[in-house]
């Protein structure tokens, strides 16, 4: 099991190409819940990313310091370090840190946005 320490957890909803993506910062509860949900989760091979249009997943910026960054999308979780530029690939076998991800979103997000994603896919 990873182990990870954190203070600040700043999401982007990533939808726009055009535009700047929603953005949000977890609250210390929620980030709490984050690093308890990305440690439980196991590893996996690496997967290309989708870069298409419309929604790209959540990329999520571990602040202060680590240079973390954690991609989810479509079940899959890519963590990068900044630092070495390294990444560890995780299984989110039921998509439940991303819709959790997501979840903490909805009072940022417009409802209309939220409308174009679909996790079931």
Excluded: C
């Excluded at 990444?87 to 409802?111: A, H, K, Q």
Aim: hydrophobic letters at 40%.
């Amino acid at each position: 099991m990873r182990t990870f320490s954190i203070t600040a957890v700043e999401v982007e909803l990533d939808i726009f190409s055009g535009m700047p993506n929603p953005v949000w910062t977890l609250a210390d509860a929620q980030s709490s819940a984050f690093v308890a949900k990305l440690s439980a989760l196991r590893g996996t091979e690496a997967r290309p990313r989708s870069d298409g249009l419309g929604y790209r997943g959540l990329i999520v910026r571990i602040r202060q310091g680590t240079g973390r960054e954690v991609r989810v999308r479509g079940g899959l979780v890519e963590i990068i370090d900044g630092s070495e530029g390294a990444s560890t690939f995780l299984s989110d076998p039921d998509r439940g840190l991303e819709r959790w991800l997501l979840s903490t979103g909805r009072r940022f997000v417009d409802d209309h946005i939220f409308r174009r994603i679909d996790v079931d896919r």
